[in-house]
């Protein structure tokens, strides 16, 4: 046996003892539910099609936990107007058992036989599940001086600007620095344990900002972007050269290298493999055959040998 049930404006085929990922049902793990918008129910001989539920059909389950699903990136970047923005969604579901499957009494000969196991499973997830004591415990003991342990230390003149990360604005920073995170690499080595840290002792931080907002991944990016410098050198928009001489660099182009700190053909000309790799993340249109194909470094030496 096997019904169409319509759950949050979705349809599910669901079958008894098997387990469906529905969207995010009110209650904890081990909690009874019972779905009544039952479209289709079908039997071993006899199909029940609903105009438009099926008559006191109902499906009956239980909430075994609740996950998030994959992240879901969203770029989103105006062109020559020095605006980008990366974050991240995880949408959240309810992974349900679902225990019996009929109508009137079927059902609740279901659920007679489902709630002699119910207790038993109730407790079984309670166990599985830490709860938010046990949580807390983990953090109770975790000081600022832990924090660094794990982050890492930096002092106050290798500062970046964290507020070049989303959800990052001049109040966090400032609480940031005062518990001695100051730099990119710091942040990128947050764990959750550390990032419970945050959540606790930063008002306005919760650990669901931190993550939808991929504190992390930005960090990475922007710390990618400073050892980028360290290996092909700084230079200011006073020693600028017309990057749009290399072949396949346009001035949108430009002033996305431009915005990165690259000006001119000698920090080009140093370009590895792992910063051409970094480059074809960060610049949106720019890929790393673009940049071999085109062959951007040797171009770069053969303008700087030109200008000598």
């Given at each position: 046996m096997y019904a169409i049930v319509d759950i949050a404006g979705k349809q599910f085929k669901v079958e008894k003892d098997k387990f469906i990922f529905a969207p995010s049902l009110a209650g904890d793990a081990g909690d009874a539910v019972e779905f009544d918008k039952v479209l289709l129910l079908?039997?071993?001989?006899?199909?029940?099609?609903?105009?438009?539920?099926?008559?006191?059909?109902?499906?009956?389950?239980?909430?075994?936990?609740?996950?998030?699903?994959?992240?879901?990136?969203?770029?989103?970047?105006?062109?020559?107007?020095?605006?980008?923005?990366?974050?991240?969604?995880?949408?959240?579901?309810?992974?349900?058992?679902?225990?019996?499957i009929g109508i009137g009494d079927a059902v609740a000969l279901g659920k007679s036989k489902a709630t002699e196991t119910k207790a038993a499973k109730k407790e079984q997830v309670a166990e599985e599940k830490p709860s938010k004591e046990t949580t807390s415990a983990k953090t109770s003991d975790y000081q600022a001086k832990d924090l660094l342990k794990s982050l890492g230390t930096a002092k106050e003149s290798e500062k970046d600007d964290l507020k070049k990360i989303n959800g990052i604005g001049p109040v966090f920073e400032k609480d940031l620095n005062e518990l001695g995170i100051y730099t990119f690499e710091q942040i990128s080595n947050l764990t959750d344990v550390d990032i419970t840290f945050l959540a606790d002792h930063i008002n306005g931080v919760s650990e669901d900002l931190i993550r939808n907002e991929d504190w992390v991944g930005q960090a990475k990016n922007e710390s990618g972007a400073i050892d980028l410098l360290k290996n092909l050198g700084t230079a200011d928009e006073g020693e600028k050269d017309d990057l749009k001489k290399i072949n396949g660099i346009g001035p949108v182009f430009e002033k996305d290298l431009n915005e990165?700190?690259?000006?001119?053909?000698?920090?080009?000309?140093?370009?590895?493999?792992?910063?051409?790799?970094?480059?074809?993340?960060?610049?949106?249109?720019?890929?790393e055959d673009l940049i071999n194909n085109e062959d951007w470094v040797t171009q770069a030496k053969q303008l700087l040998k030109e200008d000598k």
């Open positions: 079908a039997g071993d001989d006899k199909i029940d099609l609903g105009a438009p539920t099926v008559k006191d059909a109902k499906v009956s389950g239980i909430i075994l936990e609740h996950v998030k699903g994959d992240k879901v990136l969203v770029f989103k970047k105006k062109r020559r107007k020095g605006y980008r923005k990366k974050t991240g969604h995880r949408q959240g579901f309810s992974k349900v058992l679902i225990e019996s990165l700190g690259i000006y001119t053909f000698k920090q080009i000309s140093k370009l590895t493999k792992s910063d051409i790799a970094f480059l074809a993340y960060r610049i949106n249109g720019v890929s």
